[in-house]
């Protein structure tokens, strides 16, 4: 099964900074990768699919890139919603698996 | 719309069989392209696939739970079960079914997930 890995864990930051995230495949995946955000007692929200492709609704602010074992999903001029959990999917071939998430909070 | 909601017991004990319902509105069951997942998050952990079913009936299973496993659906009632056997306390966990983006060929491959229901958690304990 392809393992995903992310980094960092957990990172702080501050309204109006940008972030990034990172995810691992442990084999090539194409851009067979889809990123989402989860808060607290909520399900997980698709936000980028494709490896770059925004999903409808979400703020142009998200962004993703990458292809093959490397991804990043980017947040620039953070907001006070985008404090959050953030987890990558791929779905190149199953089984799907999932990042093991990355905590987002406030400095 | 498309919306999803999942339901079953709340609490079952070890060695039970957890029978999980995941009621899918907006979109029927059988239209071509249509899959529905399921996914569970243990308190404080990552998500985990388990399971998908697909418009033609279609399946798959994550291979460390295979054995424990059966997606089926009611296509009357537009409802996709999970039945997972022989439950421990380590399966603790919000269980939360997803429609997935709709195939985008002949044939089956995995998607992401694009709308999810609210989730339930089901605790195992005696």
């Known amino acids: 099964a392809v393992q995903l890995t992310q980094s960092p864990s957990s990172l702080s930051a501050s309204v109006g900074e940008s972030v990034t995230i990172t995810c691992r495949a442990s084999?090539?995946?194409?851009?067979?990768l889809a990123w989402y955000q989860q808060k607290p007692g909520r399900p997980p929200k698709l936000l980028i699919y494709d490896a770059s492709t925004l999903e409808p609704g979400v703020p142009s602010r998200f962004s993703g890139s990458g292809s093959g074992t490397d991804f990043t999903l980017t947040i620039n001029s953070l907001q006070s919603a985008d404090f959050a959990t953030y987890y990558c999917?791929?779905?190149?071939?199953?089984?799907?698996?999932f990042g093991q998430g990355t905590r987002l909070d406030f400095k | 719309q498309i919306t999803l909601k999942e339901s079953g017991p709340t609490l079952v004990k070890p060695t039970q069989t957890l029978t999980l319902t995941c009621t899918v509105s907006?979109?029927?069951?059988?239209?071509?392209?249509?899959?529905v997942g399921w996914i569970r998050q243990s308190p404080g952990k990552a998500l985990e696939w388990l399971a998908c079913i697909y418009w033609n009936d279609d399946k798959r299973y994550s291979p460390s739970l295979k054995n424990r496993l059966t997606i089926t659906k009611d296509t009357s009632k537009n409802q996709v079960v999970l039945i997972m056997t022989n439950m421990e306390p380590a399966d603790t966990a919000t269980f939360y079914c997803?429609?997935?983006?709709?195939?985008?060929?002949?044939?089956?491959?995995?998607?992401?997930?694009?709308?999810w229901g609210q989730g339930t958690l089901v605790t195992v304990s005696s």
């Open positions: 997803a429609h997935s983006l709709d195939a985008r060929g002949p044939y089956i491959t995995p998607e992401a997930f694009d709308l």
């Open positions: 999917q791929h779905f190149s071939t199953y089984p799907i698996t």
């Open positions: 084999q090539g995946i194409s851009s067979a």
């Open positions: 907006g979109v029927s069951l059988t239209t071509s392209g249509v899959g």
